[in-house]
C-alpha cells in the first residue's frame, strides 16, 4: 500500500511538472498477473515493482523515476 502511495505522489509530480497524464496498472487487479509479471521481468531485467514506462521508454522503478523527474527539470533551465 506504501508502495501505491509513492508511485500516485510521483505520478502526481509528473502530471503537475510536465503535464503528463499517467496511466497506472496494478498487476494484483489483473487475472493476467503472472504472464504480465513474467513479460515485464524478461523484456525489463527489472524484478522489482512499480516498473515505470513513460510512452514506450522503461524508466525502471520508483527511484529512477524521481532520478528522470529531476534531471528533466534540470534540463528545462
Known amino acids: 500500500m506504501e508502495e ?5 505522489e510521483a505520478a502526481n509530480k509528473l502530471q503537475g ?3 503528463i497524464n499517467p496511466f497506472i496498472f496494478y498487476l494484483e ?8 509479471r513474467n513479460y515485464l521481468e524478461a523484456s525489463t531485467h ?3 515493482y512499480p516498473n515505470i514506462f513513460i510512452g514506450t521508454k522503461h ?7 524521481r532520478r528522470y523527474a529531476t534531471s528533466e527539470l ?3 533551465n
Not at 501505491?4 to 500516485?8: D, H, I, P, Y
Not at 524508466?59 to 523515476?65: E, M
Open 4 to 8: 501505491n502511495a509513492a508511485v500516485g
Open 59 to 65: 524508466i525502471g522503478d520508483i527511484a529512477a523515476l
Open 29 to 36: 487487479q489483473n487475472p493476467k498477473s503472472i504472464e504480465i
Open 74 to 76: 534540470q534540463a528545462m
Open 17 to 19: 511538472t510536465f503535464g
Open 46 to 48: 527489472q524484478h522489482q
